[in-house]
Structures are given as C-alpha cells and as structure tokens.
C-alpha cells in the first residue's frame, strides 16, 4: 500500500488539497485509492459547510493522477501533465460526501489510451455503497499546451490557430 506521503511526492495536489490517503491496488489498468478527507471540516472543497457529491469527480481525477504516475517509466524524470478535459455518464447516487462516516474507496479503470489521451472509468463508494459513477477524458499533453499558450497569445484568448 502506498500512503500519503507517496501521493504527496508524485502529484501536483499538495495540503489539504491531497484528498487520498493510500493506493490500496493498481495495476496497469485500475487503481484503487482510499480517502478520509471527505469527513474534514477544513477539505478545501467543501461549501456551506458541505462537500457535495460532485466533489467525488476531483476525488477520482486525483486516483486518475495517482495511476499516471505509477504507469510512468522508472527512467523517466516526471510523469506527464495531464488536464482533466471531460466528465461523462456522470451520476450522482448521493447528495454530499460529507456526512458518510467510512472511508471512500475511489476506483479508476483505464478504458482506452494513446499517447496523448486516456478515457477512465470512475466509481466512488463507501461502505459497499455506490455513491458516484462516470466517465473521464484526460489529455496528457497539458504540458505542451501551456508552453504553447506561453508562445502564442491567441491560444491564450482561445482563438484558432
């Protein structure tokens, strides 16, 4: 089991902005990852006093980033950066995160990829209960992006070029 402090050393999410605890289980096609962070009070995502479900989509993308960074070559110096470009299929089968009193269990299921994109498969659950499902598209090549936005006003502006 890789812990937090794993996590905190291979993503960007760094603070109370880290929600996972621990990879419980990966492999090249799945991860799963366990947080408790959705029962704080200082989780940063939280509003009104609440974190509600859709919050669970940030929980996944970060499993999501965890995942890219164990599939990333021993050799190589950093994982990829990746943007979380589209969410589909997602359902909601709970209002808030906030007042479940067990772990969620956040499980990512690679289902294509290429060398710039990969789509997952998400789920979120706690206590054997299913709480979130869905689909998510990341891009792999934000790094190049950015850099061409550095270069380039009118990507900044959103203009095609």
Not at 96 to 117: G, P, R
Request: glycine content about 6%.
């Amino acid at each position: 089991m890789l812990d937090r402090a794993w996590i905190l050393n291979h993503i960007p999410h760094q603070g109370s902005m880290c929600l996972l605890d621990s990879v419980v289980h990966w492999d090249g096609e799945r991860i799963v990852c366990s947080a408790s962070s959705h029962r704080s009070t200082d989780n940063p995502l939280r509003s009104r006093d609440q974190l509600g479900a859709a919050c669970g989509i940030e929980y996944a993308a970060q499993a999501m980033a965890i995942h890219g960074a164990l599939r990333t070559p021993c050799d190589a110096h950093r994982p990829r950066a990746g943007f979380l470009v589209s969410v589909r299929g997602a359902t909601l089968h709970v209002a808030h995160l906030d007042k479940l009193e067990t772990d969620l269990d956040i499980v990512a299921q690679c289902l294509s990829n290429s060398d710039n994109n990969i789509l997952y498969q998400f789920s979120l659950h706690s206590g054997g209960l299913l709480l979130i499902e869905g689909r998510a598209a990341v891009v792999l090549n934000a790094d190049r992006v950015m850099h061409a936005k550095d270069i380039n006003p009118a990507l900044q502006s959103g203009e095609s070029v």
